[in-house]
């Protein structure tokens, strides 16, 4: 007989279950006896026939809170597949207790609901037992840590008004992330944006987890792809730093009173004091920039190598020519190998930087500062070079005008003088470092002494 009554639960027949319980009235009281991995409640909620589970809650109510081999209860499966009727049915038989059962992993109703984003389910649930949506799950996150990690920006929003605020600011899993943690771990941008536009988030958002470490701190702990880049930019937009760039500089009093009394006068001093003090925060905030720069300068270098001045052989005049070639290479071959050369540095130079950009190296780092800016200038030198190369190969007899070599001559010296600037600086940098390891502190030549 219990067989029949699991064949009419999958097919909702409601006329076989009243004549099933009018043969037998202690049925249902039976099931816990049977063999069956879930109750005709669990079926009934899972195929949705709401009218068949109306029954079954009337004869028992406790099959309400009755769990399968995955400790989970009918509302468990209505709520995660979105039946409505059937959970206004289940909630209105078990009470505000059915809701806040936990599944073998730890989540009640509510979480599943929000997680497949059925926000009417959501807001019955929650009328029902608003208790349950600020419970902490047993990995240790709020339901709204939840939905930051599974995308779920639709029920983020309704969950959240359950909370003030300046509650919203303050909510923390089991490690002291908040919800803007959660968000850059995750590279969630979308909800990124949305945290904040509310005041309170945006006004916290510097604020440190367990270990000490901001939003933007977890996000540069994360691989990196492209879109660390669009999350790191939208958390330096809204003013988030790192934890190190908040903490004040400690500096010793007789260390600043030196400082002032040795402050640097030359030009040269000034010059190499910026250099030495500069942190170059800069270049992080414009990584995307640089970077979108240094792709542009690339594909320019890759037209010119398909597309070279005077164009491409189209007719082979009865064979002798080959067609595809470039014109130039039947006029002057050695000129036409120069503009490739010089169109090859800059294609490769430039792709180099993109690789460094976002490679997610520390910019800050003196070496690959001295890297990014030699081969920038390197770049602009023999694009200019492919410039006037390309100017020589179209212009009659490779007359060029004066003015225009001159002045593109001028430019790649000054950039030459630039990079040779940098270099002397970043090796007497350099050359300090050593000088400054190796050196015997005074304080152990005393012991020595001694």
């Not at 009727?85 to 599944?103: F, N």
Request: aromatic share 6%; hydrophobic share 45%; charged share 20%.
């Amino acid at each position: 007989m219990e067989t029949k009554l699991y064949e009419a639960s999958l097919t909702g027949d409601v006329e076989s279950l009243n004549k099933l319980l009018h043969q037998d009235q202690l049925m249902l009281d039976r099931l816990s006896l049977t063999g069956f991995n879930e109750t005709p409640l669990h079926i009934a909620a899972m195929r949705n026939h709401h009218q068949f589970a109306v029954v079954l809650l009337t004869q028992n109510p406790k099959l309400a809170t009755a769990l399968d081999m995955q400790r989970r209860t009918a509302l468990h499966l209505a709520s995660a597949n979105g039946n409505l009727e059937m959970v206004k049915v289940i909630v209105r038989a078990g009470g505000r207790d059915v809701c806040g059962l936990r599944d073998e992993d730890g989540l009640t109703p509510l979480h599943l609901a929000a997680m497949k984003e059925h926000l009417e389910v959501v807001k019955v649930l929650v009328q029902t037992n608003q208790d349950a949506a600020k419970e902490v799950s047993v990995s240790g996150e709020t339901i709204l840590h939840m939905c930051v990690g599974y995308n779920c920006v639709k029920s983020l929003k309704v969950l959240m008004e359950l909370w003030n605020e300046d509650e919203l600011a303050k909510i923390t899993d089991h490690g002291g992330n908040t919800l803007l943690h959660a968000a850059a771990i995750n590279k969630q941008t979308q909800i990124l944006n949305y945290l904040l536009r509310i005041p309170s988030i945006k006004a916290n958002g510097n604020a440190v987890n367990r270990l000490g470490l901001t939003a933007l701190d977890v996000l540069d702990q994360c691989p990196r792809n492209l879109k660390s880049i669009e999350t790191r930019e939208i958390l330096m937009e809204a003013g988030v730093s790192r934890a190190n760039d908040l903490r004040p500089p400690t500096k010793p009093l007789h260390s600043s009173i030196k400082s002032t009394q040795n402050k640097p006068k030359g030009f040269l001093s000034r010059t190499w004091a910026r250099y030495v003090n500069d942190d170059r925060n800069w270049i992080e905030k414009q990584r995307g920039i640089l970077i979108v720069a240094a792709l542009v300068v690339a594909g320019m270098s890759y037209h010119s190598g398909i597309n070279p001045p005077g164009g491409t052989i189209t007719d082979n005049q009865n064979g002798r020519y080959s067609l595809g070639n470039a014109v130039q290479t039947e006029v002057d071959m050695d000129n036409f190998n120069q503009f490739v050369a010089y169109n090859s540095i800059t294609m490769i130079t430039s792709l180099a930087i993109v690789l460094v950009l976002i490679s997610g190296l520390p910019l800050r780092n003196k070496f690959w500062m001295w890297v990014l800016t030699v081969g920038t200038l390197f770049a602009m030198v023999s694009m200019v070079a492919t410039y006037l190369q390309s100017l020589a190969m179209m212009a009659p007899d490779m007359y060029v005008n004066v003015t225009s070599v001159w002045v593109c001559l001028i430019w790649m010296l000054g950039c030459g003088v630039i990079a040779l600037i940098h270099t002397i600086f970043f090796v007497v940098w350099v050359v300090m470092k050593l000088v400054k390891r190796r050196k015997p502190s005074k304080g152990n030549d005393h012991v020595g002494e001694v």
